[in-house]
Nanobody, 123 residues
Framework: VQLVVSGGGLVQPGGSLILSCLASGVTLRYYTIGWFRQAPGKEREGISCITSSGRNTGYADSVKGRFTIVRDNAKATLYLQMNSLRPEDTAIYYC?????????????????WGQGTQVTVSS
């Protein structure tokens, strides 16, 4: 199983980025996907998740109204649209997959972890 994340980079406060997570080795439509991030010196934080069908989504309060999670099962790809970025959004962002049903922000619930991508919000 591979979850390859791309789209990170440096962006100014107030700017936008789109992260992509391409899955291989799995049939993505069977998995709930979560986006997590980890800033230096902080614990890994679950910020968004989406059920296998895409019908249900969840967002942490820290990103609600600014981030949008979308999945395209036909392309085996997940997206995280990030708008109105703030310096406190600076972190390494990860895409993870789990086979169990339901939304979760708990890292231990996830079976597969992708490599991270750095997002830096700075002027």
């Amino acid at each position: 199983v591979q979850l390859v994340v791309s789209g990170g980079g440096l962006v100014q406060p107030g700017g936008s980025l789109i992260l992509s997570c391409l899955a291989s080795g799995v049939t993505l439509r069977y998995y709930t996907i979560g986006w997590f991030r980890q800033a230096p010196g902080k614990e890994r934080e679950g910020i968004s998740c989406i059920t296998s069908s895409g019908r249900n989504t969840g967002y942490a309060d820290s990103v609600k109204g600014r981030f949008t999670i979308v999945r395209d099962n036909a392309k085996a790809t997940l997206y995280l649209q990030m708008n109105s970025l703030r310096p406190e959004d600076t972190a390494i962002y990860y895409c993870n997959a789990k086979t169990s049903r339901g939304l979760s922000f708990k890292p231990l619930k996830y079976d597969y972890w992708g490599q991270g991508t750095q997002v830096t919000v700075s002027s």
